[in-house]
């Protein structure tokens, strides 16, 4: 099953915060979380493996919490290169496969 | 450093023809990856080959087959293209349990 981001959209002024958040109904092995801007390629930011670490990624930084299956990008100073969408990826691994499934995507803009 | 590389970068066919897609993966990456993401849509996992060998498959239509090579290289062939196939093809390579690092991608459009 496809895992559940919210929110779906959200428009940011130049500095302000975000948190998206994504949940899963499956046990999973880790959380990614790639930006994609229109018409490219999505761009890795961060992995989160189980056990509720938490990263950081220049202002970006994420959590995971292996309980609840639900993992949470917090964006603090937002900039305009923020914008794009966003997306988890959540993994689950059987022996040496590894499968990854998209969220539905948050779409980030940030204005001035 | 090396990067996923994708060709062609755009393809336009008719319905009915066939198309083929090809990734070269980064260096020493043991896992492939295809997805298919239409417009406004989520990138959505086709197939994956870990050490040429298949190792996941998605939803990815009876019409289309995947391998990987001896140089690790891999094509996506597709036939019988729909309109519905116009979407944007990426190829994504990894170390199994590591991030993945996603090609430019191939814009198809099926006319």
């Known amino acids: 099953q496809q895992p559940v981001q919210s929110p779906q959209a959200v428009i940011l002024r130049e500095g302000e915060d975000a948190v998206i958040n994504c949940s899963s109904s499956?046990?999973?092995?880790?959380v990614h979380w790639y930006r994609q801007k229109h018409g490219e390629a999505p761009v890795f930011l961060m992995i989160l493996l189980k056990g509720g670490e938490q990263k950081g990624h220049e202002k970006i930084s994420a959590s995971f919490n292996e309980k609840k299956q639900q993992s949470s990008l917090y964006l603090t100073a937002s900039q305009l290169s923020y914008s794009g969408t966003y997306f988890c990826?959540?993994?689950?691994?059987?022996?040496?496969?590894?499968?990854?499934?998209f969220g539905t995507g948050t779409r980030l803009q940030v204005t001035l | 450093a090396a990067g996923v590389i994708q060709s062609p970068r755009h393809l336009i066919k008719e319905k009915r023809e066939t198309a083929t897609l090809k990734c070269y993966p980064i260096?020493?990456?043991?896992?492939v990856y295809w997805y298919q993401q239409g417009p406004g849509q989520d990138p959505q996992f086709l197939i994956s080959f870990y050490e040429k060998m298949q190792s996941d498959k998605g939803s990815i239509p009876d019409r289309f087959s995947a391998q990987q090579f001896s140089d690790y290289h891999s094509e996506l062939n597709m036939s019988s293209l729909e309109l519905g196939d116009s979407a944007l093809y990426f190829c994504a390579s990894t170390v199994v349990g590591h991030e993945q690092y996603f090609g430019p991608g191939t814009r198809l459009t099926v006319t």
């Open positions: 260096p020493r990456h043991d896992t």
């Open positions: 990826g959540t993994e689950v691994r059987t022996g040496t496969a590894s499968k990854l499934t």
């Open positions: 499956k046990a999973l092995y880790s």
